[in-house]
Every structure is written in C-alpha cells, then in structure tokens.
C-alpha cells in the first residue's frame, strides 16, 4: 500500500536547490526518498510504498529541524547565512490506483489525505499530521509518530553518538570501544536518548500506518 508525504518548508531558503540538499540527506538513510520531486517554492511530494520508510524519512526530517534550531539557540549559524527554516509533514495513507512516474502528477485517496495532513500539520506545534482511509487509525499514526519525532528532536549528541553505532550493529561494548567510553557510559546515553522507547515505537507507527491506508 503506497502513503504519499508532502513535506513543505517555514519560511528560510526557498526553491529546489533546498529541496535537492535535504533529498541527498535523506537519501543515505532511506533509498526510496529518490521518488520525491520538487513541486513549488521548496516543498517536496513524493510516494513511499513502505511503512517503515515513511518512519524513516518523517524522523530525518525532525532530526534536522532539531539540529538546525539547536544551532540557532547556541548562536553557531555563521553570520552572513540564510537561517534554514523548519518543516510541515504530511503524511497521506490510502490508495493511489497507479503510481504516477512524477510524484506531483498523482492522484487517489492518498494524495488527497496528504494534502489534509499538510493543511493540519501547519496549525499543529509539531508541525506533522496523518491522514488516512480509516480516521482512527491515522489519528493513532500521528500520535505515536509525534511521540517519536519528540524523542528524536530531544535527543542529545553525546545520545545520537552511541544510538547511531548501536543502531549500525555494533554492540555497547563495540561502541564504548569506538567512542573512548565505558559500556556503563554508552548505556546511560542510550537510556537517556530512550533508544529502547524508539525501537518499540518505530513498528507501532509502521503498522498503524498501514491500517490507516486501510
């Protein structure tokens, strides 16, 4: 079942150019992000046909914001710079009854449910909604994947250190070893980062995600 998402910005640098430096991003992380296209100014619409991947690219997406609103507060922006601005996600689960080649050209529940979410998203503090073909399981979508876009904004550098080697693979041990820490050290900043709280939510979100498209 595809989901469409139709992220648009707040303000700050416009135009593809922003669109094209977020998109090889995301990239590294998510493969399918190549199916999203530039529609206007700088947002950007695309179609994902994996739940999972939705999670995927929904959490890059706050972690950036988090990161760039992390740089503004300690006053790290060169002078001189464009300030980035932040993200409105909408993220649309239903049918769509053959994919489009371009992504703005698509039609179906599910571009329509992610127009909604866009509009909702923009009256929303998180700035993230879900629309889908079953209301009450995109209602339950939306609230478990803004506890999550929360934990990811929260989460600190020294926690994003040990969650990224441990989410590669690597053992806490392995990653102490990395990081010059004691595994002791590594488990306090993944309990601080509440990475056993993400690894249990991101496949909540998943599946509700599909029942939402329905």
């Known amino acids: ?3 469409v998402l139709v992220v648009d910005g707040r303000g700050g640098r416009r135009g593809p150019g922003r669109v094209d430096d977020v998109l090889r991003r995301l990239a590294d992380r998510v493969p399918s992000v190549a199916s999203f296209a530039w529609t ?3 947002e950007l619409q695309g179609v994902l046909t994996d739940a999972d991947a939705v999670v995927d690219v929904v959490l890059g997406l706050a972690r950036e914001d988090a990161a760039r609103e992390g740089l503004a507060r300690e006053g ?5 710079t464009v300030r980035e601005a932040g993200w409105s996600i909408g993220v649309g689960a239903g049918a769509v009854p053959d994919p489009p080649e371009g992504a703005p050209a698509g039609a179906g529940s599910a571009f329509l449910c992610a127009r909604r979410a866009l509009d909702a998203a923009r009256h929303r503090s998180t700035r993230l909604a ?5 209301p009450p399981d995109a209602a339950d979508a939306q609230a478990v994947l803004t506890a999550l876009a929360v934990v990811v904004a929260r989460r600190s550098g020294p926690a994003w250190e040990a969650v990224e080697l441990v989410g ?10 990395a990081l010059g820490i004691s595994r002791q050290a590594v488990g306090q900043r993944l309990a601080a980062g509440l990475w056993e709280l993400e690894r249990e939510l991101r496949p909540t979100a998943a599946r509700l995600l599909t029942r939402a498209a329905g």
């Open 130 to 134: 879900v629309r889908g073909a079953v």
């Open 1 to 3: 079942m595809p989901f």
């Open 76 to 80: 790290l922006a060169r002078e001189g």
């Open 40 to 42: 206007a100014q700088d």
């Open 168 to 177: 590669a693979g690597r053992t806490q041990a392995g990653a102490a070893a």
